[in-house]
Nanobody
């Protein structure tokens, strides 16, 4: 059974940091790309960052470039999203997902390439 477990969300002040974790199981980690997505109330789900374990390539939505870093521990089948210099507009439910293709097209369309989704973790950035 494929499982993706996101954790690490919380409440943080503007400028603060959080590290999200996505623990994956039930599939061959190297065969899939892992993505982080977020959805704020009343807004579309948006791709945030992608990671390909096969070649280590990464992708980010423009709004988080320079502030967020995606990485993985392949031995633990876990992908991390280090979020720094957080802003109120980063608030939302963050989901991790696995799929054959991540980061294709506009960030609002990245989810089309994902096959498996985990439950989200809430990130709230207070002003």
């Amino acid at each position: 059974e494929v499982q993706l477990q996101a954790s690490g969300g919380g409440l943080v002040q503007t400028g603060g940091s959080l590290r999200l974790s996505c623990a994956a199981s039930g599939f061959t980690f190297d065969d899939y790309e892992i993505g982080w997505f977020r959805q704020a109330p009343g807004k579309e789900r948006e791709g945030v960052s992608c990671f390909s374990s096969s070649d280590g390539s990464t992708d980010y939505v423009d709004s988080v470039k320079g502030r967020f870093t995606i990485s993985s521990d392949n031995a633990k089948n876990t992908v991390y999203l280090q979020m720094s210099s957080l802003k109120p507009e980063d608030t939302g439910v963050y989901y991790c997902a696995a799929g054959r293709v991540c980061g294709l097209g506009i960030p609002e369309a990245w989810h089309y390439g994902m096959d498996y989704w985990g439950k989200g973790t809430q990130v709230t950035v207070s002003s």
